[in-house]
Each structure stands twice: as C-alpha cells, then as structure tokens.
C-alpha cells in the first residue's frame, strides 16, 4: 500500500480558488483603472484657480484690442512771404493853363520867322501836303500806283460757254505707244488766260505713254478771249484727247 504525500497542500488550494475567481476579476480590475485615470482628470479641472498675474497681461497683450495712435496735427502752414516796400507815389503836378508872366522882361523881341513851306508853288512830281526835306527812305517821285487787280477766273459751264478754238495743233502719236498698239483717252484740265492762250494743263485721267504728247500739243491751242459783263475773264475747261491707233492720230 502506497501512500501520496502532498508536500504544499496549502499551495495547491489558493490556486485552485484563484483559478475559480478569474472569471469576474479582469472587468473589476479594468473598470477600477479607468475611473482612476479620469479622477486623476477630471479632479484639477473643477478646482477654481485664478491665473497669475503674469499670464493675465500677457492674454491682454493678445486679446486686448491695440490702442491706435493719435494722428498728429497738420504742420501749421508757411508764414507769407514779406512784401517789397514801395516807395510811395508821388501825384504829378498838373500843367497850369494859366499864363505866367516872366520875371524878368527882355529888351527886345526877336520876330518869327514863321514855317518853311518850301518852295512857292511845289516841284514837278511832288505830293500835296508832303513834307519839306522829303522823307526818311522815301520814294523818289512819291509811291507808284498800286497793280490793277488778277481778273478773275470762271470755271466753263451754265451760262458761262467754251471758247472758240482758234489755233489747234495736233499731238504726235509716241512711237513706243505705236509699237506696243497702246490706246487711250487723255483727259486734261486747261486753265485759258483771258487774251485766250493756255497757261496751265493738268492730267485728270490718262495713260502714261500718251499724257505728255497730248499737254505738249493743248498748250499750243489758242482759243478767243471770254467775257464777263464785258470784261475778258480766265476760264477752266475741261479738253478730251482720243488716241486711236488705227489711224494713228488722236480725235477731239
């Protein structure tokens, strides 16, 4: 017959009561943990504690709304400038009109030998009423008479009529128009003199190669003087000039 000694029965006990009780001990345990961490939270915050008088100025200093400086005065403005003494003004003395005897009364009295009217009866070209001696940059044998006025210049049309022509000279048909068969019509502006002779042509619409044969032979024209309340007048009128290189002349 053997017989099993336990050597710690005491041991062996506790721990089988401890492994009987583990069940409801960890949600005790954890639940204790945590309302000992927010005591050790929560218990400062509701303390009323006032802050330090070094930490109140310096929330003011943030929080506080800045005092904005005073904008100072305008500069007063510049003293005006000292004006320039004057001297005063003295009121000229009236000329007397009253006659004033002189102090002394002379002897004799010199006679007057009154004005130089020059020579009695003037000289041959003279001006009346010139002065004797003549005039400084003066004209010898006074001023001429003024030039007649430009007579004046009408443009042909309405009751204004063309001219007659006079005198006609035919233009000369170029030779490299010729050559490269160039035809055209030359129209020209012609100012008439009032003796009737062309003193001025201008190019209203033309061709390069026939304009300078067709001015040449207008300014030969002449043509009878137009009058104007019978007076000879100047006059524009307006000239065509036809070259036709069939006939190898110009048509008017």
């Keep these: 017959m053997e017989t099993t000694v336990d050597a710690h029965p005491r041991f062996t006990a506790w721990v089988g009561q401890s492994e009987q009780g583990r069940a409801w001990a960890w949600p005790v345990t954890v639940v204790l943990h945590l309302l000992a961490a927010a005591a050790v939270v929560i218990v400062p915050l509701l303390g009323e504690e006032a802050l330090p008088s070094e930490n109140a100025s310096v929330a003011r200093a943030f929080f506080v709304a800045p005092a904005f400086a005073a904008v100072p005065p305008p500069p007063p403005p510049p003293p005006a400038a000292a004006r320039p003494a004057t001297a005063p003004r003295v009121a000229p003395r009236e000329a007397s009109s009253l006659f004033t005897a002189p102090v002394e009364v002379p002897d004799t009295i010199a ?111 002449t043509y009878t003087p137009t009058l104007l309340g019978g007076v000879p007048v100047g006059v524009v009128m307006t000239v065509t000039v036809n070259f036709v290189l069939q006939q190898q002349t110009a048509v008017f």
């Design 111 to 221: 006679a007057d030998a009154g004005l130089d009217i020059g020579i009695e009866g003037g000289v041959p070209g003279g001006v009346e009423g010139g002065v004797p001696g003549g005039v400084v940059g003066g004209v010898v044998g006074g001023l001429d008479e003024p030039p007649p006025p430009p007579a004046p210049v009408v443009r042909v049309g309405g009751m204004i009529r063309e001219p007659r022509k006079v005198r006609h000279v035919a233009p000369v048909y170029p030779n490299i128009a010729r050559t490269a068969k160039i035809e055209g019509v030359v129209i020209l502006e012609c100012a008439i003199s009032p003796q009737g002779r062309v003193e001025g042509v201008q190019v209203l619409r033309g061709v390069p190669t026939l304009d300078e044969a067709a001015v040449e032979a207008v300014k030969q024209w």
